[in-house]
């Protein structure tokens, strides 16, 4: 396991407000450290996989502002295979197989909830191994994956 530190986390934080902010201005924003160490230390947290610096796409910006959670129940042999299938769609944002009483979650996102609907009942409920579906339609979206924080908790412990 990867031990992070704060000066990590203050890095990561400072990526996550604006993923194009230079190893310099973030050794300013820090303090005591130098530019070149920031660097090392970002260069580091990409390779061993700790982050990932990229772009994040608004769908809002294409006029697809309507989410929905979908649960899907799959026949047990056919489980991968529907998450697979699910993961080609353009429409489709997260997919996950799950345990308990659904077996595959997706996120959807579209232009409304008439194609929310269209999309379930005419595309994944036609996907072999399909046996239910459950939707629901996500108004507000409080927190997502890139807007996630490193926890205090996994900071190393200094004393080590």
């Given amino acids: 396991m990867y031990k992070i530190d704060k000066v990590d986390i203050s890095i990561v934080n400072m990526l996550l407000e604006n993923g194009r902010k230079s190893a310099s201005e973030i ?3 820090i303090g005591d450290i130098s530019e070149r160490a920031v660097r090392y230390r970002i260069e ?3 390779k061993k996989e700790i982050i990932r610096v990229s772009a994040i796409i608004s769908p809002q910006a294409f006029g697809l502002d309507t989410y929905a959670d979908v649960w899907i129940e799959v026949e047990s042999d056919k489980i991968l295979e529907v998450a697979n299938k699910m993961a080609e769609n353009e429409n489709v944002t997260y997919v996950a197989c799950s345990m308990g009483e659904t077996d595959v979650s997706i996120q959807v996102v579209a232009k409304d909830a008439a194609e929310i609907y269209r999309f379930v009942t005419e595309v994944v409920r036609k996907v072999p191994g399909v046996r ?3 939707t629901a339609i996500v108004p507000n979206i409080l927190k997502d994956i890139y807007q996630w924080r ?4 996994a900071v190393g412990d200094e004393n080590e």
């Fill in 150 to 153: 490193i926890p205090d908790r």
């Fill in 44 to 46: 580091r947290m990409v």
């Fill in 27 to 29: 050794a300013r924003h």
């Fill in 132 to 134: 239910k579906t459950v």
